[in-house]
């Protein structure tokens, strides 16, 4: 480490007070609408304080020259930590990196107010300072992907897990409204639900609500042929409701033969074709 | 040597299934029904599997073609109480069971041989004296 480098650290340690305040006014002044409501001031400020610590305590072992030495890795999990948690509350990436970028701006100010004698070595340590605090703003951009991409997974896995609702209708009828993509996972977990349905409530009519499936190509075409024609060995008799024209449309361009299996444009239809079945007839009470 | 009891209602053949198939069981299952329905004229016959946890595809095709020899002997055969599990292996072994009527449980089935008038009215009353 050059004798400039100690110096501003040693600059740094000093006037470590007015380094937080100016840091934590900079991210009031600039920062976004809500941010210190969301963190909370002295939840922003104990942050902050153990991020500069650990900061001025890495430089003191190795320099800012050499941020990817591992005196540094406590830094860079820290900046990780509150990336990570910050993420989590709703933050966007500018609003998270923005933070380190503040304190770059503020130490640079910090050590222009101790007007130094040697320009020239000024400049390079502004340079060296730069190039560290540059690294963490992308050690918290990866960060940020990084926990932006687990809660994506995890809504995933939620998506799955969400229960596949069979709805008694009328005696011995089902409904089972299918919403969302058709993967041969979920359709597995939905044959299943269905015909255990069928058996516990013992109906023989189940119809198959295609409304919500944005969109059917040869695949999710086989998945519902696969569970009607579940459904037909045990004895129900399946129907398919609600599809779209454009649903139509595709289906008919695939090539995907339907004709064997009986189809309705909406759930009414089908409710209605289910109870001629049944031979129900729903009355309209005039009297009323 | 083990078999499987054949009950004759009316019109009607009642077959219960209740141990796990093996190959030969069902080949001399197939050549009793087929001897029955010829014996005893009848007009149905049901095939209860609710007691089937498992079927290979040996004993899923025979189930078919039970119920198409059958068919040619003007004779229904419908397969009642089918196991989720075992709906689920026999589509994903994609085995055709096209000419075989299904039903939720026997009672379902006799409505729906009685509503095609493939039996009489009174053999479901035989059905209930001799329960």
């Given at each position: 480490m050059s004798e400039w480098a100690e110096k501003v650290i040693g600059i740094f340690s000093n006037r470590r007070d007015d380094i937080l305040r100016m840091w934590l006014e900079s991210q009031q002044k600039n920062g976004y609408r809500g941010m210190y409501e969301r963190i909370g001031e002295r939840e922003l400020y104990r942050q902050s304080n153990d991020l500069f610590e650990a900061m001025i305590?890495?430089?003191?072992?190795?320099?800012?020259?050499?941020?990817?030495?591992?005196?540094?890795?406590?830094?860079?999990?820290?900046?990780?930590?509150?990336?990570?948690?910050r993420t989590r509350t709703g933050f966007s990436v500018m609003?998270?990196?923005?933070?380190?970028?503040?304190?770059?701006?503020?130490?640079?100010?910090?050590?222009?107010?101790?007007q130094p004698d040697d320009i020239g070595c000024f400049v390079a340590?502004?340079?060296?300072?730069?190039?560290?605090?540059?690294?963490?703003?992308?050690?918290?951009?990866?960060?940020?992907?990084?926990?932006?991409?687990?809660?994506?997974?995890?809504?995933?896995?939620?998506m799955l897990d969400l229960s596949t609702p069979v709805i008694r209708v009328w005696d011995g009828i089902l409904v089972l409204p299918l919403i969302g993509t058709l993967d041969s996972s979920r359709s597995q977990v939905i044959t299943e639900t269905l015909l255990q349905e069928i058996v516990s409530s013992n109906s023989d009519i189940a119809i198959l609500d295609i409304s919500g499936v944005p969109l059917v190509d040869t695949l999710v075409a086989q998945h519902i042929l696969k569970t009607m024609a579940a459904a037909r060995l045990m004895g129900a008799e399946c129907i398919i409701?609600?599809?779209?024209?454009?649903?139509?449309?595709?289906?008919?361009?695939?090539?995907?033969?339907?004709?064997?299996?009986?189809t309705k444009a909406t759930l009414a239809g089908a409710l209605k074709w289910a109870f001629d079945m049944r031979q129900l007839t729903v009355v309209h009470n005039a009297k009323r | 040597m083990e078999r499987i009891p054949i009950l004759k209602i009316g019109d009607l053949l009642l077959v219960t299934i209740q141990l796990d198939m093996h190959d030969q069981?069902?080949?001399?299952?197939?050549?009793?029904?087929t001897n029955m329905v010829r014996t005893t004229?009848?007009?149905?016959?049901?095939?209860?599997?609710?007691?089937?946890?498992?079927?290979?595809?040996?004993?899923?095709?025979?189930?078919?073609?039970?119920?198409?020899?059958?068919?040619?002997?003007?004779?229904?055969?419908?397969?009642?109480?089918?196991?989720p599990a075992v709906a689920i292996t026999i589509v994903e072994l994609g085995l055709p069971l096209g000419g075989v009527h299904?039903?939720?449980?026997?009672?379902?089935?006799?409505?729906?041989?009685?509503?095609?008038?493939?039996?009489?009215?009174?053999?479901?009353?035989?059905?209930?004296?001799?329960?």
């Open positions: 305590d890495a430089a003191g072992q190795v320099g800012f020259a050499s941020v990817r030495k591992p005196e540094w890795q406590a830094v860079a999990d820290l900046v990780a930590e509150i990336t990570a948690q609003e998270t990196v923005t933070y380190v970028f503040a304190l770059k701006t503020v130490l640079i100010e910090i050590l222009r107010q101790e340590e502004v340079v060296t300072i730069t190039h560290a605090l540059d690294e963490m703003a992308l050690i918290a951009t990866s960060a940020y992907v990084k926990t932006r991409e687990e809660i994506i997974l995890r809504q995933q896995q939620e409701s609600g599809i779209r024209p454009e649903i139509a449309q595709t289906i008919v361009h695939l090539g995907v033969d339907l004709s064997q299996i009986k | 069981l069902v080949m001399d299952l197939q050549k009793d029904i004229e009848a007009k149905g016959v049901i095939l209860d599997i609710s007691g089937l946890d498992m079927v290979d595809s040996f004993i899923g095709r025979m189930l078919g073609t039970i119920a198409a020899m059958t068919a040619v002997m003007d004779a229904h055969t419908f397969v009642v109480g089918m196991q299904t039903a939720l449980n026997v009672e379902k089935a006799i409505e729906r041989l009685r509503a095609w008038g493939k039996i009489e009215a009174e053999s479901d009353d035989e059905a209930h004296e001799g329960d």
